[in-house]
């Protein structure tokens, strides 16, 4: 079941002011505002109150676009009103919340559910009687008075309503340019941060790729000394043929051959890999491991992962050196 966020403070503390009825205040109409993002729920708000009455209550309501609710005192009587237009989307979810504010505010004479704010001058709660004299009317036939007075409120709902509906046109417009201004904050901060992303991540292979460089000429001054030994050994995990496990194994690089042991005391290699004409690649994304790196010999890949970040420029600057790059 659909349910609404009536949180909002100002509701009860309005709802009991109007009960009160020492402060003037005589109605308040609530709105269920737009679902803004992040958001799990509506959220009832107070979209207006005051002290002028029913006719006051009335105008407040505009032209009866979306659904809106309201409590009003009148004649010592409290009434709390419905207010859901024909052309509503949703009207049963209108109808839905309707019932969690009348839980909320249940201390009340009489609902009344009306489709338009005009549907407020059949109701009981309107005054029937319109004084059709004066002081300052008196000679005035009261048929006339009444066509006179007919008119007058004609031609004020009228004017009214026109303003009812530019002032929802100006709060509808700006709420929407809120939202934009908002969404296009969000997209160049979004914008931003992936230029600082990739700029890092540029910075950062530039500063890898010369720290391999660097081992690599180290790696070359100690094969022109000793062209028989090793020019890198290291612990590194292996990724099983059936890639389910991880295997310790003791690295040993010579020239263009990488050798698997068992440990550092096994003088028997696992496995040796034939460095020449191979492809080495960063593989740390397509296994969600850092420092994951795979050899490729031929139609052979040999899937390997460093402990550390310097071990893993290590190894992959010591391969490279021998395997041509993809």
């Given at each position: 079941m659909a349910t609404l966020d009536t949180n909002?403070?100002?509701?009860?503390?309005?709802?009991?002011?109007?009960?009160?009825?020492?402060s003037?205040?005589?109605w308040m109409i609530l709105s269920v505002l737009p679902k803004l993002p992040g958001q799990n729920l509506q959220v009832l708000s107070v979209l207006a109150s005051g002290a002028g009455g029913i006719q006051e209550f009335q105008?407040?309501?505009?032209?009866?676009?979306?659904?809106?609710?309201?409590?009003?005192?009148h004649e010592n009587k409290f009434y709390l009103v419905e207010c859901v237009p024909e052309q509503t989307t949703n009207r049963a979810l209108a109808f839905t919340y309707g019932k969690q504010i009348n839980a909320l505010l249940k201390e009340h004479d009489s609902e009344i559910s009306i489709t338009s704010p005009s549907d407020l001058l059949e109701t009981p709660l309107t005054p029937t009687r319109v004084p059709l004299h004066s002081s300052s009317s008196s000679n005035i036939l009261p048929g006339k008075a009444l066509n006179q007075s007919t008119s007058s409120l004609s031609s004020d709902k009228g004017e009214d309503a026109q303003e009812e509906v530019a002032?929802?046109?100006?709060?509808?417009?700006?709420?929407?340019?809120?939202?934009?201004?908002?969404a296009a904050r969000k997209v160049k901060a979004a914008a931003e941060e992936r230029v600082k992303e990739q700029q890092w991540l540029k910075e950062k292979t530039a500063k890898e790729r010369s720290i391999k460089e660097s081992y690599k000429a180290q790696y070359q001054t100690m094969e022109d000394?000793?062209?028989k030994g090793a020019i890198?050994?290291?612990?590194?995990?292996?990724?099983?043929?059936?890639?389910?496990?991880?295997r310790k194994r003791w690295m040993v690089i010579h020239h263009t051959h990488l050798h698997l042991y068992k440990d550092q005391n096994s003088t028997k290699p696992i496995q040796i890999i034939d460095l020449r004409n191979s492809a080495v690649t960063d593989s740390g994304q397509e296994w969600y491991l850092p420092n994951t790196f795979t050899v490729r010999e031929g139609s052979a890949e040999h899937v390997l992962r460093a402990?550390?970040?310097?071990?893993?420029?290590?190894?992959?600057?010591?391969?490279?050196r021998a395997a041509s790059k993809l």
């Open positions: 909002d403070p100002k509701i009860l503390q309005t709802y009991e002011t109007i009960r009160a009825g020492d003037g205040t005589d105008k407040e309501f505009g032209q009866g676009e979306v659904p809106l609710y309201g409590y009003v005192k002032r929802r046109v100006r709060e509808h417009t700006a709420w929407k340019e809120q939202l934009k201004e908002e000394k000793n062209r890198l050994s290291n612990w590194l995990d292996q990724l099983t043929s059936d890639n389910r496990y991880w402990e550390g970040r310097e071990d893993f420029l290590r190894a992959v600057a010591a391969v490279e």
